[in-house]
């Protein structure tokens, strides 16, 4: 079946620098989505990418959708201490199932 | 305020004894979703449900069973509870089928 991995699993960041965290498919997605989840909460929906080679900014988060639709990143400009928490991504597969990333859970060193 | 409602936040209960954790949103979304996660697991489909009466499987549907009777609800039941079924549980809905999910604030279920 479907597959999304992300990578790295952990990111320590000292606060001001810029990261970039990847989502990556097993298949082709008809779009691809990112959702933040801060310690002790739940999954916040961020936004949806759909065409290919799109790109999306809110603020300092920049996210971008893979010319093959089978991948993408978030990269994290001057990452505060409010960007800490699991960034997921998560892609639609057969039978209407969403099938979400591991996650990237992000540290922030002050 | 939008919202997605689960009942309990926190629940400890036995091996084998029956037990429901509710879900409810108040959007009028069609789709609603049960979501396990694990620590390195990330989040796991349980349940999906496209409209009342409509259910379907999810990644890991064994141990749970789930009920759409009416559009806003769509509790979890797990009739026999067993150790692996630790985990913590998010329902989610939205009004689009596999994008856009609004996630209710989670239940901490433990079986001992």
């Known amino acids: 079946g479907q597959q999304v991995m992300q990578i790295p699993q952990y990111q320590h960041v000292q606060e001001g620098e810029d990261f970039t965290t990847y989502c990556n498919s097993s298949?082709?997605?008809?779009?691809i989505q990112w959702y933040k989840q801060r310690p002790g909460g739940h999954p916040v929906f961020l936004i949806q990418?759909?065409?290919?080679?799109e790109v999306k900014k809110q603020k300092r988060l920049t996210f971008q959708f893979g010319e093959a639709k089978k991948n993408s990143s978030l990269h994290i400009t001057a990452t505060q201490t409010t960007d800490v928490g699991t960034y997921f991504c998560?892609?639609?597969?057969?039978?209407?199932?969403?099938?979400f990333g591991g996650g990237t859970r992000v540290l922030v060193k002050p | 305020e939008a919202q997605v409602t689960q009942n309990p936040r926190y629940l400890i209960t036995v091996t084998g004894k029956k037990l429901t954790v509710t879900c409810s949103q108040n959007?009028?979304?069609?789709?609603m979703s049960w979501y396990r996660q694990d620590p390195g697991l990330g989040l796991r489909q349980i349940y999906y449900?496209?409209?009342?009466?409509?259910?379907d499987k999810g990644d890991v549907p064994e141990g749970y069973k789930v009920s759409r009777k009416e559009k806003r609800n769509f509790p979890l039941i797990l009739e026999s509870p067993s150790p692996n079924q630790t985990s913590l549980y998010f329902c989610?809905?939205?009004?689009?089928?596999?994008?856009?999910?609004?996630f209710g604030s989670g239940t901490r279920l433990t079986v001992v």
């Open positions: 989610a809905s939205s009004g689009y089928p596999t994008y856009g999910y609004t």
């Open positions: 298949t082709t997605l008809s779009n």
């Open positions: 998560a892609g639609p597969a057969a039978g209407n199932k969403l099938t």
């Open positions: 959007m009028n979304h069609e789709y």
């Open positions: 449900s496209m409209n009342v009466e409509v259910t």
């Open positions: 990418l759909v065409k290919s080679g």
